[in-house]
C-alpha cells in the first residue's frame, strides 16, 4: 500500500535529481534566455521524473484532481510557463539554492491540501494598526512580508512575477480576509478569472458583502472592491475581480514626491475610524443573525427567514455594486447615471419592503419604508414622497423613456441616505421582524410603531456613533 510518506519519499529524491541536473549546467544555464531555458528544461528526464512523483503523490493526499475527458491528472506539473513565471527558472541559476525550495516546490506539485483564502482589497484610506473583525472578516492592512509568504513558491518569489496589485504591494491599502472553505486547490485560469467574470457573470458577486455594507453603513463615504484575490497559500495566488488601486503622486512640501493609493471619498482620521469600528463591533452579532436560518427548527420560520436573508443579501448586493459610480457623501459622479441609479435604489428598496407578489409597489414601498425609518411625521411624508417620485422615474427608465430632470439632481443622494438607514434598521430588528405585517399596522398605530420598530431600534442606535445621514439628516 502506498502511503502519504512514501509518496513524500519518491517526489522528494525526484526534485533532488532535477536540483542536482541544474547544478550540473548551471554554467550552461546562466547562458540561455528564459525562453530557451524553459523549453530546455521541461524536456529534462529529471523534470518529467518531478512531475510523475508528484501526480502519484496528489492522488494519494485526493490534492487537485482535473479530468477534462483528454487527461485525468492530479496535482500540479512543472511546465514551460510556470517554470518561468514562479521564479524556478532563476533559482536554478543561483550558485546557491533556498533551503525551503524543495519543500516549497513539493507542496506546489503535490500538496497536501491547505485552506484557501479569499482577500478583498477595499477602496478606503483607513489608518489601522491592527487587524479587526467584521462580520467572520478581518479587516487588516497586510505589508510585503504578509504578502510574501503567501505568494506562490514563497523561497522563489523574488523571481517571479509578482501576482499583487501595485497599490497592495507598496502598503498602506486595507482589505477585507477570510479562510473559505467554497474554494478548492486549482490553477489559475488561462484567460484570466476577471476578464472571464466580467464578460460571462449574469449578476454581480460579492463575496465579503457583510463587512461591506457595514462599512458603507457607518460613516458617509462609499467603500468598493478595488480588487478580489483567491488565495491558495504557497501555491496559487489569482486576482479574480477588479485592477486594484491606482498609484497617484503625494507630496508634504510641494518637492519630494512620493507614490501612495489613490484612495477614493472615504479617507478617515484615527476619530472617525474608531466610531467606524464601534459600529461594526454592534452591529456585526446582529448581522450574522440572519445567516442562521438553517439552524431554526421549524420548516416554516425557517422558510421565512432564509427568504429575508436572500433579500436582504440582494439588495445589498444591488446597493454596493453602484458605489464605483458613486463619488463623495453619496453623489452621482455622472449626470447620465442618475436615472439609472435611482432605478437601481428603488429596486433595492423594493426588495427589502415587499416580501411576496404584490401590486400597488410604490404605495407600499414608499409608506413601509418611510414608517420603518422615518423620526417624525414630517420626515415620514418627505420620504414617502421622494420614493414616489423615485418610481415615476424608474417607471420611464423601464419603458426606454427619457425622464424629466426633475427630481433627477436630488433623489439619489436622498435614496442613498434613506436605503442605508433602511439596512441599519432591518438589521437591527432581525430576520424575523415581519416588514409587511409591522410596518402596515405602524401606518395605523403609533404604539405599534414605537413598541416593534421605534424603541428596539433606538435601544442599539443609541449606541452607536453618530453617523452622517443615518439620524435625521434631511435633504431639502
Given at each position: 500500500m502506498v502511503t502519504d510518506s512514501s509518496a513524500e519519499l519518491a517526489l522528494m529524491p525526484a526534485i533532488a535529481a532535477f536540483l542536482?541536473?541544474?547544478?550540473?549546467?548551471?554554467?550552461?544555464?546562466?547562458?540561455?534566455g528564459d525562453a530557451e531555458l524553459a523549453e530546455l528544461v521541461a524536456a529534462w528526464p529529471e523534470t518529467r521524473a518531478?512531475?510523475?512523483?508528484?501526480?502519484?503523490?496528489?492522488?494519494?493526499?485526493?490534492y487537485l484532481h482535473y479530468d477534462d475527458g483528454v487527461d485525468d491528472h492530479w496535482g500540479r506539473r512543472l511546465t514551460r510557463n510556470n517554470l518561468r513565471t514562479l521564479g524556478v527558472l532563476d533559482v536554478l541559476r543561483r550558485p546557491e539554492m533556498p533551503d525551503r525550495?524543495?519543500?516549497?516546490?513539493?507542496?506546489?506539485?503535490?500538496?497536501?491540501?491547505?485552506?484557501s483564502e479569499r482577500l478583498v482589497v477595499i477602496d478606503a484610506g483607513l489608518p489601522l494598526q491592527r487587524s479587526h473583525g467584521i462580520c467572520g472578516w478581518q479587516l487588516t492592512q497586510p505589508t510585503a512580508a504578509d504578502l510574501d509568504a503567501v505568494t506562490p513558491l514563497p523561497s522563489s518569489s523574488q523571481f517571479a512575477a509578482d501576482p499583487w496589485d501595485s497599490a497592495l504591494r507598496l502598503g498602506g491599502c486595507c482589505?477585507?480576509?477570510?479562510?473559505?472553505?467554497?474554494?478548492?486547490?486549482?490553477?489559475?485560469?488561462?484567460?484570466?478569472?476577471?476578464?472571464?467574470?466580467?464578460?460571462?457573470?449574469?449578476?454581480?458577486?460579492?463575496?465579503?458583502?457583510?463587512?461591506?455594507?457595514?462599512?458603507?453603513?457607518?460613516?458617509?463615504?462609499?467603500?468598493i472592491v478595488?480588487?478580489?484575490?483567491?488565495?491558495?497559500?504557497?501555491?496559487?495566488?489569482?486576482?479574480?475581480?477588479?485592477?486594484?488601486?491606482?498609484?497617484?503622486?503625494a507630496t508634504s512640501d510641494g518637492i519630494d514626491e512620493w507614490e501612495e493609493p489613490g484612495?477614493?471619498?472615504?479617507?478617515?482620521?484615527?476619530?472617525?475610524?474608531?466610531?467606524?469600528?464601534?459600529?461594526?463591533?454592534?452591529m456585526s452579532p446582529l448581522l450574522l443573525q440572519w445567516q442562521t436560518w438553517n439552524d431554526v427548527a421549524n420548516p416554516s420560520q425557517r422558510k421565512a427567514i432564509k427568504k429575508a436573508s436572500e433579500r436582504l443579501q440582494g439588495s445589498a448586493h444591488r446597493f454596493l455594486a453602484l458605489g464605483p459610480r458613486l463619488g463623495s457623501n453619496g453623489d452621482v459622479l455622472y449626470e447620465r447615471d442618475r436615472a439609472e441609479i435611482i432605478f437601481w435604489y428603488t429596486s433595492a428598496l423594493e426588495n427589502l419592503m415587499i416580501t411576496d407578489s404584490s401590486d400597488e409597489l410604490s404605495r407600499k414601498v414608499s409608506q413601509r419604508t418611510a414608517v420603518l425609518i422615518g423620526t417624525d411625521d414630517d420626515e415620514r411624508l418627505e420620504i414617502r414622497r421622494a420614493i414616489t417620485h423615485a418610481y415615476g422615474i424608474r417607471s420611464k427608465v423601464a419603458h426606454g423613456d427619457v425622464p424629466p430632470d426633475t427630481h433627477l439632481k436630488t433623489l439619489p443622494q436622498q435614496l442613498y441616505i434613506y436605503l442605508r438607514r433602511a439596512f441599519r434598521d432591518l438589521i437591527i430588528l432581525g430576520p424575523r421582524f415581519d416588514v409587511a405585517t409591522v410596518c402596515d399596522?405602524?401606518?395605523?398605530?403609533?404604539?405599534?410603531?414605537?413598541?416593534?420598530?421605534?424603541?428596539?431600534?433606538?435601544q442599539v442606535v443609541d449606541r452607536l456613533p453618530v453617523v452622517p445621514g443615518m439620524r435625521t439628516q434631511r435633504m431639502r
Open positions: 542536482e541536473r541544474a547544478v550540473k549546467m548551471r554554467d550552461e544555464l546562466a547562458a540561455a518531478v512531475n510523475a512523483a508528484a501526480s502519484v503523490a496528489a492522488r494519494i493526499r485526493r525550495f524543495p519543500a516549497d516546490l513539493a507542496a506546489y506539485l503535490a500538496g497536501p491540501p491547505t485552506p482589505v477585507l480576509r477570510r479562510a473559505s472553505d467554497d474554494l478548492e486547490a486549482r490553477n489559475p485560469s488561462v484567460w484570466g478569472t476577471a476578464i472571464l467574470r466580467s464578460l460571462f457573470e449574469p449578476e454581480l458577486v460579492i463575496p465579503a458583502w457583510e463587512p461591506l455594507l457595514l462599512l458603507n453603513l457607518a460613516q458617509a463615504e462609499r467603500v478595488a480588487a478580489e484575490y483567491e488565495i491558495e497559500p504557497g501555491r496559487m495566488v489569482e486576482r479574480v475581480r477588479g485592477t486594484g488601486l491606482d498609484l497617484v503622486p484612495w477614493g471619498p472615504c479617507r478617515l482620521d484615527e476619530q472617525e475610524l474608531a466610531d467606524v469600528l464601534t459600529f461594526t463591533d454592534i399596522d405602524a401606518l395605523m398605530s403609533a404604539a405599534v410603531r414605537e413598541q416593534s420598530i421605534a424603541g428596539p431600534v433606538r
